[in-house]
């Protein structure tokens, strides 16, 4: 099966750390924590997972028949990249999730190998 499509791989990544803050202490005796657990949570919220939701950049996804796929809904594959949400719906007739062929990442650059998309539908066992 040939799948007609080209794509720009673009991806950035931001990686952080915390430590918890100390349960035993009162948190009138450090008013800074109740600020960064605030802020932690509102940045943890907003991370991407497999599966999320998320918007396919311009240029990232062409496909020959309709174009750029920029600005369309997407989900994160395995590697958080943005793929359009029809590559991802096994009832979508160009779907690639269970379509027979591993998509672990290869030349396509697509992961779905992964427990979120049951690993490519099984077609990676």
Do not use: K, Q
């Given at each position: 099966?040939?799948?007609?499509?080209?794509?720009?791989?673009?991806?950035?990544?931001?990686?952080?750390?915390?430590?918890p803050a100390d349960?035993?202490?009162?948190?009138?005796?450090?008013?800074?924590?109740?600020?960064?657990?605030?802020?932690?949570?509102d940045a943890d919220?907003?991370?991407?997972?497999?599966?999320?939701?998320?918007?396919?950049?311009?240029?990232?996804?062409?496909?020959?028949?309709?174009?750029?796929?920029?600005?369309?809904?997407?989900?994160?594959?395995?590697?958080?990249?943005?793929?359009?949400?029809?590559?991802?719906?096994?009832?979508?007739?160009?779907?690639?999730?269970?379509?027979?062929?591993?998509?672990?990442?290869?030349?396509?650059?697509?992961?779905?190998?992964?427990?979120?998309?049951?690993?490519?539908?099984?077609?990676?066992?």
């Open positions: 099966m040939i799948r007609p499509f080209c794509f720009l791989l673009m991806l950035s990544f931001a990686f952080g750390c915390s430590t349960s035993t202490a009162d948190s009138g005796d450090r008013p800074e924590a109740d600020a960064d657990a605030d802020a932690d949570a919220a907003g991370e991407p997972a497999p599966g999320g939701a998320c918007i396919v950049e311009e240029g990232e996804w062409t496909d020959p028949a309709t174009g750029d796929l920029g600005g369309t809904t997407g989900v994160f594959d395995c590697a958080l990249f943005c793929v359009p949400t029809h590559v991802v719906v096994p009832s979508d007739p160009d779907a690639w999730v269970g379509d027979g062929m591993c998509d672990d990442g290869g030349p396509f650059g697509v992961d779905l190998n992964c427990e979120t998309f049951l690993f490519d539908g099984g077609d990676c066992d």
